[in-house]
């Protein structure tokens, strides 16, 4: 059961099945398959920025063994000069001012300035490459670092910090119910401790806030029996598909595997080997393998 790789493909997955429903109803007809469309016209099997921000996150801890706040925003730059347009308005507000010489956490600030918050889902979405480099136990704080890069609204860094948690512990064998109760015991903001530690008392809402979108992930993956139950459960949703699929479908992959996801997913994903690659060349270079010691940056 090769549950890293497990995680990132089907991140990139539920990325892709969601995409076409990206801002719509909740849809009449189920979707069970890649299709084209969407509010950003994509190919059948083509993922968008969730993807590429967490392959960002991915290629960083690989090249530099460790979490290189300069490194990431570089890569992840790299990835909206690519597709500007897939960004959410938080990012993509953030990425201008770097790009224009504004130092990144003055960017954040000024970005949850003009947009009265920052409590969007783009920093929740493509931290889970962090649970699978680190342990549980340096996971959550790391997740809040990552995070306030770009998004200064502390909530949105502990909805990611929740579910990198759960990641980072099943990767490594941990069974789906206690990666809950520990994330859930290390949840340190009420709200995000509210929600997501009793997903099961709120209805899920698809929606670009991070608790929300976040909740509505754990609430499909926590509830199915399946991996492919979990990520459709998500992505049927509408609203944000894209990102809610991406999120349940890295806590599926983590808990079931890669062998877990169905060949017609994985054969009509767009970069399969590349993302492939990039989960194994993680794994090799995680922080806790044997023998490792993590350079200072």
Same mark, same amino acid.
């Given at each position: 059961m090769v549950r890293h790789a497990g995680s990132l493909v089907a991140l990139a997955i539920g990325d +892709?099945?969601?995409?076409?429903?990206?801002?719509?109803?909740?849809?009449?007809?189920?979707?069970?398959?890649?299709?084209?469309? !969407?509010r950003l016209f994509r190919k059948k099997g083509e993922f968008t920025d969730d993807t590429l921000q967490a392959l960002a996150v991915a290629e960083s801890l690989v090249a530099c063994g460790a979490f290189s706040e300069n490194d990431l925003v570089q890569?992840?730059?790299?990835?909206?000069?690519?597709?500007?347009?897939?960004? !959410?308005p938080t990012s993509t507000l953030f990425f201008e001012l770097v790009q224009n010489g504004t130092v990144p956490h003055l960017a954040a600030r000024i970005v949850h300035q003009r947009n009265h918050g920052s409590r969007t889902n783009g920093s929740v979405m493509r931290g889970f490459p962090l649970g699978i480099f680190f342990p549980a136990p340096e996971v959550y704080a790391l997740s809040l670092r990552c995070s306030s890069l770009t998004?200064? /609204?502390?909530?949105?860094?502990?909805?990611?910090?929740?579910?990198?948690?759960?990641?980072?512990?099943?990767?490594r064998?941990?069974?789906?119910?206690?990666?809950?109760?520990?994330a859930r015991s290390l949840c340190t903001n009420p709200e995000v401790h509210a929600v997501l530690g009793s997903y099961a008392?709120?209805?899920?809402?698809?929606?670009? /806030?991070?608790?929300?979108?976040?909740?509505?992930?754990?609430?499909?993956?926590?509830?199915?029996k399946s991996l492919e139950? +979990?990520?459709?459960?998500?992505v049927n949703l509408g609203g944000d598909a894209d990102t809610v699929g991406a999120c349940c479908g890295a806590l599926a992959g983590a808990c079931w595997g890669l062998s877990a996801?169905?060949?017609?997913?994985? /054969?009509g994903l767009e /970069?399969?080997?590349?993302?492939?690659r990039t989960a194994n060349q993680l794994w090799e270079r995680r922080a806790d393998r044997p023998g490792h010691t993590l350079p200072h940056l």
């Open positions: +892709a099945l969601g995409a076409p429903l990206e801002g719509s109803q909740k849809p009449e007809a189920w979707l069970a398959e890649y299709r084209s469309g !969407g890569k992840l730059s790299e990835s909206f000069i690519v597709r500007p347009e897939w960004f !959410g998004h200064y /609204d502390p909530v949105a860094g502990h909805c990611s910090a929740f579910l990198n948690t759960m990641a980072s512990d099943m990767v064998g941990t069974s789906r119910s206690r990666a809950f109760r520990h008392q709120y209805d899920p809402e698809p929606s670009l /806030d991070s608790v929300r979108c976040a909740h509505a992930a754990l609430r499909s993956f926590m509830e199915a139950h +979990a990520i459709l459960a998500a996801i169905p060949c017609r997913w994985r /054969d /970069d399969y080997d590349r993302i492939v």
